[in-house]
Structures are given as structure tokens and as C-alpha cells.
């Protein structure tokens, strides 16, 4: 069996794996490693997997930020009267002082 078979294998029995990339992404490693790498999944170590979830983690956490920042400035403007077609920043910059 090759590997890519494998893979659609696994995909297919485990339905938590379906999503799995074809690649990883292995960030820099300090001194160990200058650059980052982009290995198969076929080929990816424990140690490679573990240090690609830093990197996905880390753009998981950027986003949720992201997301996070988007909903509190939403509620605030909804907070402050303000309309479906009026600009969220200007509506909670104006309405700052009277909280």
C-alpha cells in the first residue's frame, strides 16, 4: 500500500482525520533548524507534528483574537445606539466618554 493510500485510508476510518493536510508546516527551530520546513504528512516525526501544532496553534490563537476583538467592538456599537449603516469605530469612539 502506498502512502497516499494509507492516508485516504486513515481519512476515511477516523472521521476526526479527515481534515488532516497532506503537508505540516515545521517552524523554526533556533539554531537547529534556520528555516522552516514543509514535509509531508507521510513523512512527518512525533517531534515534527508537535512542533507544527506550536505554529497552528499559534494562528488558531491570532484569529480567535481577531474574532474576539470584532465581537466586543460589535456589541459596543450596538451598545452606543448606533445603526446597522453607521461606522462601528466612530460610534464607540464618540460614545467613550460617557462610560
Do not use: N, W
Not at 14 to 28: C, F, G, K, Q, S
Not at 49 to 59: P, Q, R
Request: proline content about 3%.
Amino acid at each position: 500500500m502506498t502512502s497516499s493510500a494509507a492516508l485516504t485510508r486513515i481519512r476515511k476510518r477516523h472521521y476526526a482525520l479527515e481534515t488532516l493536510p497532506d503537508t505540516i508546516v515545521v517552524p523554526l527551530l533556533g539554531e537547529t533548524r534556520s528555516e522552516q520546513a514543509i514535509k509531508p504528512i507521510e513523512e512527518a516525526t512525533l517531534d515534527d507534528i508537535a512542533f507544527a501544532l506550536l505554529g497552528v496553534e499559534a494562528e488558531f490563537s491570532a484569529v480567535g483574537d481577531r474574532l474576539h476583538a470584532l465581537r466586543k467592538l460589535y456589541g459596543l456599537a450596538r451598545q452606543a445606539g448606533a445603526r446597522g449603516s453607521e461606522c462601528a469605530l466612530g460610534v464607540v469612539s464618540r460614545d467613550q466618554g460617557k462610560r
